[in-house]
């Protein structure tokens, strides 16, 4: 509609211009106001015309969305943007006490209020094709920490490269974001992820499915101050073969090879009973491998408000003239939206956003309101390689709140309980194989 104007307000500027060159000098003596006139309206209609084409051509600087509170910036010509993004994660936990590690230490019951995650950063893309990530982790713990530091590009058809400080796709849970957690740890085949670390990773997306496959390496100082690096391999597959309003069934494999180098080839696999604070109740000590191999499969099923997901992962350590171990974990969950809200599926990721509220509290409602049940199981034993590091097993339980796009709360019970096959002696003087006990927790997030 606005060009349409801008050619008609051009068509009338002409007519007028002809009109006066056609007048009869005499005439235009004689009605020199009349002529002022017409060249004051020329004039007007020029700026006009100016304007209308500076309208048409405009393109809006800031951006804001619903679901952040922070505004996107975009170039003049709308090829480049930034965007900031932060996550504020303040956790409660009560936990009765437990024996940890491979010595059994025992740690007393304890109440502990602390910063889960800060995070701040920018993204966004530059020449249309290329995106950048940029943040830090600010936890309270240790020092600033580099969470994301690479760049994407996209300008190929269904094909992303990124390059630089990434995290590698395995796993379902691992790969998506702790921001969209249903709990609020993930579960105990987090272990088996790679962590973050410089390399580059090449994904292909199709309309139902997506592939990735990546090289990277860590690098960094053990105990000793050896110089370590290690070396990654990384392959993800996932499809969703079914996906529609009601029915949504997500499958997908993973595959992680690592490479120690000479000096430094310590090992070492544990858990905690899903909770940050508190200590790891099954660990397989120190040893010394080669290499590790990590597989895992993964399932989810919606319908409408109801999601159901499970994963298996099994772990391969190659030792030093031992035997190679073997260990494993599975986890399965549901999880319920009371409100009739539905998770959000990424195809390009291959893995879920967490629901945004219909009814927010800033618009007078009452948020979105889930319940989330989770089985969790790890078996850190491999007897055929002397390794005795417990089986554990987590019953959870968990309400989650939305109060906003970008606010919810999240509160969980957690009840663990461990078997050991070698026996420990608690504090009562007491020769045990097991143990169990309950940890209550609740956090707040605000993320945008």
């Known amino acids: 509609m606005t060009t349409k104007t801008v050619f008609s307000i051009s068509s009338v500027a002409l007519a007028i211009s002809v009109a006066l060159l056609c007048f009869p000098s005499n005439a235009m003596a004689a009605d020199s106001d009349k002529i002022i006139e017409l060249e004051r309206r020329l004039d007007a209609l020029e700026k006009e015309l100016i304007e209308a084409k500076d309208t048409a051509n405009k393109v809006d600087r ?39 590690g491979n010595k059994f230490t025992y740690e007393d019951k304890f109440n502990d209020a602390s910063l889960r995650r800060i995070r701040f950063g920018i993204e966004g893309y530059f020449s249309n094709v290329w995106k950048y990530a940029l ?25 992303e490269l990124t390059i630089g400080f990434q995290k590698f796709g395995f796993g379902l849970e691992a790969t998506g974001s702790s921001k969209n957690l249903a709990f609020l740890e993930r579960a105990s085949t987090d272990t088996f992820s790679p962590e973050r670390g410089i390399g580059i990773e090449w994904g292909y997306i199709a309309n139902y499915y997506n592939f990735k496959i990546g090289y990277g390496m860590n690098a960094g100082f053990d105990d000793d101050d050896k110089n370590f690096q290690q070396d990654i391999f990384n392959a993800r597959f996932t499809a969703a073969p079914i996906n529609n309003n009601v029915h949504l069934l997500h499958l997908g494999a993973s595959a992680l090879y690592t490479l120690n180098n000479d000096e430094v080839l310590e090992t070492r696999y544990r858990a905690r009973p899903s909770s940050k604070p508190a200590g790891r109740i099954i660990d397989t000590g120190k040893f010394d491998a080669d290499s590790t191999q990590h597989y895992g499969i993964e399932a989810a099923y919606q319908r409408n408000n109801l999601l159901l997901q499970a994963e298996y992962m099994i772990a391969k350590a190659d030792q030093v003239d031992e035997p190679t171990i073997t260990v494993d974990s599975y986890y399965a969950q549901a999880v319920y939206t009371l409100t009739g809200e539905s998770w959000q599926y990424s195809n390009k990721k ?54 906003e796009n970008n606010l919810k709360t999240q509160l969980n019970y957690v009840h663990t309980k461990a078997d050991y096959k070698e026996a420990y002696v608690d504090i009562d003087g007491v020769t045990r194989y097991d143990q169990d006990g309950n940890i209550i927790q609740a956090r707040v997030q605000f993320a945008f």
Not at 67 to 95: C, H, M, N, W
Not at 149 to 159: E, F, L, Q, T
Not at 354 to 366: E, K, L, N, Q
């Open 135 to 159: 943040e830090f982790d600010f936890d309270g713990e240790s020092d600033v920490e580099i969470k994301d530091a690479n760049v994407s590009y996209r300008g190929w058809d269904n094909n």
């Open 350 to 403: 291959g893995t879920f956003k967490a629901i945004s509220p219909a009814s927010a509290i800033s618009a007078g409602g009452y948020g979105a309101w889930e319940l989330a049940v989770r089985y969790d199981h790890a078996n850190f034993d491999d007897t055929d390689s002397d390794i005795i590091g417990g089986k554990k097993t987590d019953y959870i339980l968990g309400v989650n709140w939305y109060l």
């Open 62 to 100: 800031i951006k804001f969305s619903k679901s952040s509170p922070t505004p996107e910036l975009i170039s003049k010509d709308g090829s480049s943007t930034l965007e900031f993004t932060g996550r504020f994660q303040a956790d409660y936990v009560s936990a009765d006490e437990l024996y940890t």
